[in-house]
C-alpha cells in the first residue's frame, strides 16, 4: 500500500511539473538558431523550457516553434555550440513571439598525443641499432630499386584486365570516329610503334 502511495505521488508530482501554469499568457514561441561566426542555420538544436519537458528542436533551417509561456527561460543547446538561453518578455500583447537566437561555436582543443611503437625513444634507439641487416638483404634492397630492371619487368608483364579495357575502348572509339572516313594510317599511331618496337625485340618479326 505504501509503495502504491509513493507512486501515485510521484506520477503526480511528474504531471504538474511538466504541464503549464495556468496563471500564465500562452505563447507561440518561434525563430530561427543561427552560428555566432557566420550565421549560418544550426540544425538540429535542442530548444527546452527550463524547468519542464516542454520544447522542440530546430530543423534542417534552424527554424523552430512550440507553445511556450511568457516569462517562460528557454534554453538552446547544439553539438559543437556553447549553451545559450533566454527569457520570454512577460509583457507581451500578443500571443505570438518571434526571435533569432545566436549560438556561438564551442572548441575545444585537445592536448596532441603521438604514438610510438616503443614505450620510449630510447628503446627506439636501442632497436634501431641493435638491427641486423645481412648482405643479402641489402644487395636484395638495392636491385628492387634499379630503374632498369624495373622498367623490364613492367614491359615483360602482361596486361591486367584495366589496361586492356582501356586498349578495346581506345580501338572502339577510333573505329566510331572514323565511320564512313578513310582507314586512319597506323604511321602516327603510338600505339602501334609500341607493339612493333615489342615485337622487334622480342623477336616475333624474326619468326615471322
Known amino acids: ?107 575545444v582543443m585537445l592536448r596532441p598525443l603521438e604514438v610510438y611503437p616503443w614505450p620510449s625513444k630510447e628503446q627506439f634507439r636501442e632497436a634501431f641499432m641493435a638491427l641486423n641487416l645481412s648482405d643479402n638483404e641489402y644487395q636484395r634492397a638495392l636491385k628492387h630499386l634499379n630503374s632498369a630492371e624495373a622498367i623490364q619487368r613492367m614491359e615483360n608483364l602482361p596486361p591486367d584486365a584495366g589496361l586492356a579495357a582501356h586498349y578495346q575502348a581506345s580501338i572502339d572509339n577510333t573505329r566510331i570516329y572514323n565511320q564512313g572516313m578513310a582507314p586512319t594510317v597506323n604511321l602516327f599511331n603510338p600505339i602501334a610503334w609500341a607493339q612493333f618496337i615489342q615485337a622487334w625485340r622480342s623477336g616475333k618479326l624474326k619468326q615471322q
Open 1 to 107: 500500500m505504501r509503495g502504491t502511495f509513493l507512486i501515485f505521488l510521484l506520477f503526480s508530482a511528474s504531471v504538474v511539473f511538466g504541464q503549464p501554469k495556468a496563471d500564465r499568457r500562452l505563447v507561440q514561441f518561434s525563430g530561427v538558431v543561427v552560428t555566432g561566426d557566420s550565421l549560418e542555420p544550426v540544425p538540429f538544436a535542442s530548444i527546452l523550457t527550463k524547468g519542464s519537458y516542454r520544447g522542440t528542436i530546430s530543423d534542417v533551417y534552424g527554424y523552430f516553434s512550440f507553445v511556450a509561456q511568457a516569462g517562460d527561460t528557454v534554453e538552446f543547446a547544439a553539438v559543437g555550440f556553447k549553451r545559450g538561453s533566454y527569457v520570454i518578455p512577460d509583457s507581451l500583447k500578443e500571443s505570438k513571439y518571434s526571435m533569432i537566437h545566436v549560438l556561438m561555436p564551442d572548441t
